[in-house]
């Protein structure tokens, strides 16, 4: 029997913290091809971090850079990008107001400001841009939103332009400082001091997020600006997908391979794996992952469909990973 032409589609997310999607992707399509399987390779991203880079590469651009404010006020260098001939930005809520820009030492969850968000939404503004793409995951903040709305404000407003939050959560507006607050350092008094400060600012803004799904993402900076600019507000992990039209490209391969740093219960909610994996089920196409951790349980597993799950957290690891994957396609 002649080989299967097609290829497999290789689909990961970043390894937050260490590697890429593209470098995921790049290893273990050498990995497939090594062992004579051709591979379509697809980084993915849902709506946080890397979804910049995910979708530049992906559709071609340019990127542009302008001087902001980090979480607790650093002047930086921060980028954003140029898509389709400039009419759209991307801009990464991670780039000016992301926890990697603060040491673990001196996160303050209560001083952490999206300003420089604002001030990149303001900058792509500036450069003519109809639609801006906001990227909202990975953020140290907990403010709604409040500095990139003071930022953008002062730079005369949106001026016509549209925003677009992708957000990587469901979560809404009051719950976001219970479930991402300890995860930036609150206590569980500052906890219940920032849902008094969302409470105050909903009540403020031109209407309140309070109880609309993903007005909580990036600790309620898509809520902020849903209220104050009108955002829309998109499923990071769809709006990709779909950008990428990976549904076609999955009709025409022999097998799907999601991966991502940690595979556990929250790639059910809402996460590019979970959703690739759910889309490729509803296809009929077989779905293998390939992850840094398994912490997945055996139900949720199951309503995944994922024929095989390997860890492998090098490059050296991903590339065998591919190879021996390869021999039982």
């Keep these: ?44 991203a849902d709506g946080g971090e890397g979804t910049l880079a995910v979708l530049l590469t992906a559709l071609g651009g340019e990127t542009a850079g ?10 930086i ?57 906001v990227a909202a995951g990975g953020s140290a903040t907990v403010d709604g939103g409040a500095g990139a709305i003071e930022a953008i404000q002062a730079a005369g407003g949106l001026r016509g332009a549209r925003l677009v939050v992708l957000c990587d959560v469901r979560t809404p507006w009051e719950e976001a400082p219970s479930r991402f607050g300890p995860q930036k350092g609150a206590s569980p008094e500052q906890v219940r001091e920032l849902e008094s400060r969302l409470r105050a600012l909903g009540r403020d803004l031109p209407k309140d997020p309070a109880g609309v799904p993903m007005t909580g993402a990036a600790g309620g900076l898509a809520g902020g600006l849903w209220a104050a600019f009108g955002a829309a507000l998109e499923p990071g992990a769809a709006f990709v997908l779909n950008t990428l039209d990976t549904d076609t490209r999955m009709r025409a391969a022999r097998a799907v391979v999601v991966g991502e740093g940690r595979l556990d219960r929250t790639s059910l909610q809402g996460k ?56 039982i396609l």
């Design 1 to 44: 029997m002649p080989a299967d032409p097609r290829p497999v589609l290789v689909a990961p997310d970043a390894f937050k913290g260490t590697l890429t999607a593209a470098q995921v992707a790049g290893a273990i399509g050498r990995g497939l091809e090594r062992a004579g399987v051709p591979a379509d390779l697809c980084p993915v």
């Design 66 to 75: 302008t001087r902001a404010h980090d979480p607790l006020g650093r002047e």
């Design 77 to 133: 260098a921060a980028g954003f990008a140029l898509i389709e001939d400039g009419g759209t930005a991307i801009v990464e809520v991670a780039e000016a107001s992301g926890l990697p820009r603060v040491a673990p030492d001196e996160r303050d969850v209560m001083a952490a400001s999206t300003f420089g968000t604002g001030e990149l939404i303001a900058a792509a503004v500036d450069t003519g841009a109809a639609v801006v793409l």
């Design 272 to 327: 590019v794996t979970g959703e690739l994996a759910t889309r490729a089920r509803q296809a009929g196409i077989p779905c293998h992952a390939i992850v840094g951790q398994d912490a997945l349980d055996p139900f949720d597993a199951r309503i995944l469909d994922l024929q095989e799950i390997v860890q492998a957290g090098t490059m050296d690891d991903l590339q065998r990973a591919g190879e021996a994957l390869a021999a």
